[in-house]
């Protein structure tokens, strides 16, 4: 696929990656480490229910790819796609090393979001992970709903999580160099999917996924951060949803 796109928060996004600004290359042991750690990320496991083995599933704006690689591991077929050239190629590099069977399940590729009707195929299920918010114009977000839900089949299922910009201490914990988000709650995400011809069948909160570390303002924050993630599935409920690092929505393709 074609990496060339207009759009700001991509360009963004390429700049941070080339920089080395955001998930710079890393050694086989950290990515497998990585790939333990997102056992325990409620999204991860809210996809892993909803994924079938057979299914044919789609990661868009991949970043570290970790739910993919995690999801491939377990022989389910992944394509995880991406518009920066740069971060697919250092992805290449450590699938090279895996040396797994289950390495033949995923496919890495650069595309673009804006431009998914060149992949030619369709899935039965499409997450994103912290890729959807950074689309600040209503305008682009309803472009890549309207191109997620042509490559779906027919009641098949988008997942996506967005980071909550609500919780009091995002703000203070993340550093600039992750580009702009639009702020959404619950409410506000369900009604856009619902808005983009998907019907919501289930909604919830995570804390951080496996690889938040490198976002972090200063490297001590990320012990009061591992501190909390230990903690967090045992707040009660509503404490979840002021501190979740990131709320996300499970849709049906109408
Ligand atoms: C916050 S990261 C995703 C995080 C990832 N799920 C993770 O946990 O590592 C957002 C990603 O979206 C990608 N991206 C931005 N614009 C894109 C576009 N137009 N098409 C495809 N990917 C894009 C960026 O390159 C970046 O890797």
């Not at 360009?11 to 990656?17: A, E, G, K, L």
């Not at 704006?61 to 389910?76: K, P």
């Not at 996506?160 to 995400?189: D, H």
């Amino acid at each position: 696929m074609n990496s060339a796109s207009p759009s700001g928060p991509t360009t963004d996004w390429i700049r941070v990656i080339e920089e080395g600004g955001g998930f710079p290359r890393v050694d086989l042991d950290t990515f497998r480490r990585l790939i333990e750690k997102t056992q325990n990320y409620r999204f991860f496991q809210v996809l892993r229910k909803h994924v079938k083995l057979d299914d044919a599933v789609l990661e868009a704006g991949c970043g570290w790819a970790v739910s993919s690689f995690a999801l491939a591991r377990e022989g389910i077929h992944v394509v995880a796609l991406d518009i920066s050239d740069k971060l697919i190629q250092d992805l290449q590099n450590i699938q090279n090393q895996w040396g797994e069977d289950a390495n033949n399940s995923l496919e890495l590729l650069v595309g673009d979001l804006f431009k998914l009707d060149e992949l030619g195929r369709q899935f039965d299920c499409i997450f994103s992970d912290g890729t959807y918010q950074h689309f600040l114009r209503p305008e682009e977000r309803k472009e890549i709903l309207e191109n997620l839900h042509r490559r779906l089949r027919h009641k098949g299922k988008l997942i996506v999580a967005v980071q909550n910009m609500k919780n009091p201490f995002f703000k203070i914990v993340v550093g600039s160099k992750m580009p702009p988000m639009q702020t959404f709650g619950l409410k506000s995400l369900r009604q856009e999917l619902e808005r983009g011809r998907f019907e919501v069948i289930e909604d919830g909160c995570a804390f951080v996924n496996a690889g938040f570390e490198q976002w972090l303002k200063a490297r001590w924050l990320a012990w009061p951060v591992n501190a909390v993630n230990q903690i967090f599935e045992r707040l009660p409920r509503l404490a979840q949803s002021l501190f979740a690092a990131h709320i996300y929505c499970v849709a049906r393709k109408r």
